[in-house]
């Protein structure tokens, strides 16, 4: 345990060099900006000692490995995200742990999430998941919606009851215009998070970047990074 302590110490404390750099470039405040660790396919013990070393902020993306570290990680002061792609048939559990949905992409997803925090008595955040390789009408291949649909989503979070609109996020598209063009891309996302405050004042997160390309998000103004193997590793392959 010892070793993978100070394996995540010093990949953290890289990780914090870039966001504070990038911030500086960028001539951000360092506090502008909070960083999420992703945390799909690692067990508990390793949010314990994210948890140790200061991290305040986890996601995860798949509700059946999510439940039960969260369950495992109760005793602990954390803001837990969902990220992934959620089923209506998911959200119940998801509704338990979860501090913010950051993947609402449909109606339907709304009007359940809804009715869940009601059932459990809490507030949901919720973030617009913008597909930037969508057509009108359809989803994108990461899952969110087409830009032309964020105002009716997220007029549908505000009126609902146990949801709360916090903004915006989306993942850098593989293909459309803004494939490989990540810094255009969360600019775009930028321009549309402006909009939506218009109408909703409160609605200022904007999640956007990952380890490959942090940099690109801040610069372009993201409040929030997801960053996971950068902090925990590669990966291992799920069965």
Aim: proline fraction near 3%; glycine fraction near 8%; charged fraction near 25%.
């Amino acid at each position: 345990m010892t070793d993978r302590r100070a394996q995540l110490a010093g990949n953290l404390a890289r990780v914090e060099e870039r966001i504070a750099s990038a911030c500086d470039a960028a001539g951000r405040a360092r506090e502008d900006v909070t960083l999420i660790v992703v945390t799909k396919t690692y067990p508990a013990s390793d949010v314990r000692i994210l948890h140790e070393l200061g991290v305040r902020h986890v996601a995860e993306n798949r509700d059946q490995d999510a439940a039960p570290k969260a369950a495992e990680c109760a005793d602990l002061s954390l803001t837990w995200h969902f990220v992934g792609q959620l089923q209506t048939n998911k959200v119940r559990s998801v509704t338990s742990y979860a501090d913010v949905v950051q993947s609402i992409d449909r109606i339907r997803l709304v009007n359940a999430l809804s009715a869940a925090a009601s059932r459990e008595g809490r507030e949901l955040g919720c973030l617009v998941q913008v597909a930037l390789d969508a057509e009108s009408g359809e989803r994108g291949e990461r899952g969110g919606v087409a830009p032309d649909g964020i105002e009716e989503l997220a007029a549908a979070v505000e009126s609902a009851p146990g949801l709360r609109l916090d903004g915006l996020m989306t993942v850098a598209p593989l293909a459309g215009p803004y494939a490989g063009r990540q810094r255009a891309a969360f600019g775009r996302l930028m321009e549309f998070s402006s909009r939506l405050r218009a109408n909703h004042p409160a609605a200022n997160m904007v999640s956007a970047g990952m380890s490959s390309d942090l940099e690109d998000a801040i610069a372009a103004g993201a409040t929030h990074v997801r960053v996971g193997t950068a902090v925990l590793g590669v990966r291992p392959r799920l069965g």
